[in-house]
Each structure stands twice: as structure tokens, then as C-alpha cells.
């Protein structure tokens, strides 16, 4: 059972930055993919950015392109995202997410494709 905690929310203003974290404990990690997503109020959770087991692939919504990087590091089993330029439109709960076994980053486009989940971490951008 693997367990993720997110952390490094907290309210910004527009054009600031975060970062946020997740660290992984209980399970493998190195092996799998990962993705952070997000879910504002009243919308569907929506996939912001995942990244291969390795760290060499890296994908992200074209909301969020040029301004989120994803990154992992994983003798610390963790994975960030760092978050710039923010926009009103980015306050969501974010969560990160580690995909089920044998799905590479590529397929992992949806909620679907992950087995763990974190708590989410509140980010509220205000103009």
C-alpha cells in the first residue's frame, strides 16, 4: 500500500510561483509513473502534468505548458511541480498520483490509469 502526501500549497497572487511536493512511503516507487492532477470547484478532476518512471518524459495540459514543470527524484521517492506564472484559473486541490503497474507515462492520461492517490493540497491564485 503506498501512501502520497502532498504538500507546498498555500495562496499566491497572480503571477507568483509554488511549488508543491509529494513524498511516496510504503511501496515501490522508481518503477512507476506519476502525475499530479487537479480539481477546482464544480469541474472534474483534470490531469496537469505526469512524468515517466525514469524522468526522462514528461507531459503536460496545454493549460499549464511553459509554466508547470514536474520533476522526480527517486532515491528521495518524491515528485514536485513546480508552478509559475500562476493564474486565478489554476486554484484548484491538487493532487498527486502514482499510475498502476505496466502504464507507462504516455497512457496514463486519466484518473483511471493511477492506483494511489494523495490528499490533495489547496492552491488559490488571487488577480
Known amino acids: 500500500q503506498v501512501q502520497l502526501v502532498e504538500s507546498g500549497g498555500g495562496l499566491v497572487q497572480a503571477g507568483e510561483s509554488l511549488r508543491l511536493s509529494c513524498a511516496a512511503s510504503?511501496?515501490?516507487?522508481?518503477?512507476?509513473?506519476m502525475g499530479w492532477f487537479r480539481q477546482a470547484p464544480g469541474k472534474e478532476r483534470e490531469s496537469v502534468a505526469r512524468?515517466?518512471?525514469?524522468?526522462?518524459?514528461?507531459y503536460y495540459a496545454d493549460s499549464v505548458k511553459g509554466r508547470f514543470t514536474i520533476s522526480r527524484d527517486n532515491a528521495k521517492n518524491t515528485v514536485s511541480l513546480q508552478m509559475n506564472s500562476l493564474k486565478p484559473e489554476d486554484t484548484a486541490v491538487y493532487y498527486c498520483?502514482?499510475?498502476?503497474?505496466?502504464?507507462?507515462?504516455?497512457?496514463?492520461?486519466?484518473?483511471?490509469?493511477?492506483?494511489?492517490w494523495g490528499q490533495g493540497t489547496q492552491v488559490t491564485v488571487s488577480s
Open positions: 510504503g511501496g515501490a516507487f522508481s518503477g512507476h509513473a
Open positions: 512524468i515517466s518512471w525514469n524522468g526522462y518524459s514528461t
Open positions: 498520483a502514482q499510475a498502476r503497474p505496466q502504464i507507462s507515462a504516455a497512457q496514463a492520461t486519466g484518473s483511471s490509469a493511477y492506483k494511489y
